[in-house]
């Protein structure tokens, strides 16, 4: 016997991402169709600790810890609210893709979201420091997203599935527009 007869032929095993019930993502669009000016609301209850670490409740979940850095006088416990913030954004991308795919018929192995964001705080917070600030001038001044996804279809076919996906982001959206927000006292 030669070499060649006793092995066995090499097989590549493809592990897909868990998929989401097409079925029910059909049937969510076909809602969306009938009715475009639906609209949902996410709640959220905050309440602060002590320091800057809070803990904000979502339904039955576990609460999201937000805290500061050392340097902004935080414990460090948790992240920051900007980078909550980031976080939002690339779990919105990640599940707008995912949702994408679906629709496209296109199994994903990988996806992962990487994000930067630049901010500053010059006006401490409101807290006395740099004065004369716009609104427009704090915050959020850059953000990059860099998506790696890999399934079964082409670089050119993923690269639009991830453009389609952040065009209808509700939180990529919700960063690039402004929008009504209010805040005041509560009752």
Request: hydrophobic share 40%.
């Amino acid at each position: 016997m030669t070499t060649a007869e006793t092995t066995a032929p090499v097989q590549t095993v493809k592990a897909y991402l868990r998929p989401i019930d097409a079925q029910g993502l059909a049937t969510f669009a076909e809602k969306g169709r009938n009715n475009p000016a639906s609209r949902g609301t996410n709640k959220v209850h905050t309440v602060m600790e002590g320091q800057y670490r809070s803990l904000s409740y979502v339904g039955n979940h576990a609460p999201v810890v937000v805290d500061e850095p050392l340097h902004l006088f935080g414990q460090d416990t948790a992240p920051a609210p900007g980078e909550i913030v980031l976080s939002g954004l690339g779990g919105c991308i990640a599940v707008g893709i995912t949702a994408v795919a679906t629709w496209k018929q296109v199994k994903l192995t990988k996806l992962e979201v990487f994000l930067e964001g630049d901010i500053g705080n010059p006006a401490a917070w409101g807290a006395g420091g740099a004065l004369q600030k716009l609104p427009s001038e704090m915050g959020f001044q850059a953000i990059r997203v860099k998506v790696l996804v890999e399934g079964d279809a082409t670089r050119e076919e993923l690269d639009e599935i991830v453009k389609h996906a952040n065009f209808y982001s509700p939180v990529a959206n919700t960063m690039r527009n402004p929008i009504p927000f209010e805040i005041s006292l509560a009752d």
